[in-house]
T-cell receptor
Framework: QKEVEQNSGPLSVPEGAIASLNCTYSDRGSQSFFWYRQYSGKSPELIMS????GDKEDGRFTAQLNKASQYVSLLIRDSQPSDSATYLC????????????FGTGTRLTIIP | GAGVSQSPSNKVTEKGKDVELRCDPI?????LYWYRQSLGQGLEFLIYFQGNSAPDKSGLPSDRFSAERTGGSVSTLTIQRTQQEDSAVYLC???FGYGYTFGSGTRLTVV
């Protein structure tokens, strides 16, 4: 089993709708989780981090963490064409170690 | 500097030649990482430096790959006797605590 797993997509969502991106992880000891956005030909950019169970909101983005189910998700409300990118989920997989393991990413396309 | 700086941004090299890729992390960031990303693929971990600790080299794909970090700051990734399968974008990131900042990468093409 991969340490951090994402649906590879691609995922297409109409403009203005909610995009939902999902990620599961295998290490129960993981305490922090990150979502990165990567535009085509660019490097990944950190957009959200979450450390506690529940929801964390930042503008149109909401990260959701369920440690019991080892599941983390990213919701994008009022999706815009500029949200079209690959979204990478990441978690440190060794306690006390900052090194992140990344999922393979989900490619999201927002359809105008 | 304000961000993670990588050079060169693009490198074309002939098979069998050695290449050096440079990364200048954000000032004060104690951790530095190298990843590579092949076209359409995910991020592949290569090596991790944390302060003065011995680096985590567990991701280096072969002994042709090596990296050093001088003075706890600038890092150089060296690939000896390059092969076509080494063609990829090489990404450097730095952090202080959790969450990385990536540089813009070096696109390496081996012909």
């Amino acid at each position: 089993q991969k340490e951090v797993e994402q649906n590879s997509g691609p995922l297409s969502v109409p403009e203005g709708a909610i995009a939902s991106l999902n990620c599961t992880y295998s290490d129960r000891g993981s305490q922090s989780f990150f979502w990165y956005r990567q535009y085509s030909g660019k490097s990944p950019e950190l957009i959200m981090s979450i450390y506690s169970n529940g929801d964390k909101e930042d503008g149109r983005f909401t990260a959701q963490l369920n440690k019991a189910s080892q599941y983390v998700s990213l919701l994008i409300r009022d999706s815009q064409p500029s949200d079209s990118a690959t979204y990478l989920c990441a978690a440190p997989t060794n306690f006390g170690n900052e090194k992140l393991t990344f999922g393979t990413g989900t490619r999201l396309t927002i359809i105008p | 500097g304000a961000g993670v700086s990588q050079s060169p941004s693009n490198k074309v090299t002939e098979k069998g030649k050695d290449v050096e890729l440079r990364c200048d992390p954000i000032s004060g960031h104690t951790a530095l990482y190298w990843y590579r990303q092949s076209l359409g693929q995910g991020l592949e971990f290569l090596i991790y430096f944390q302060g003065n600790s011995a680096p985590d080299k567990s991701g280096l794909p072969s002994d042709r790959f090596s990296a050093e970090r001088t003075g706890g700051s600038v890092s150089t990734l060296t690939i000896q006797r390059t092969q076509q399968e080494d063609s990829a974008v090489y990404l450097c990131a730095s952090s202080f605590g959790y969450g990385y900042t990536f540089g813009s990468g070096t696109r390496l093409t081996v012909v």
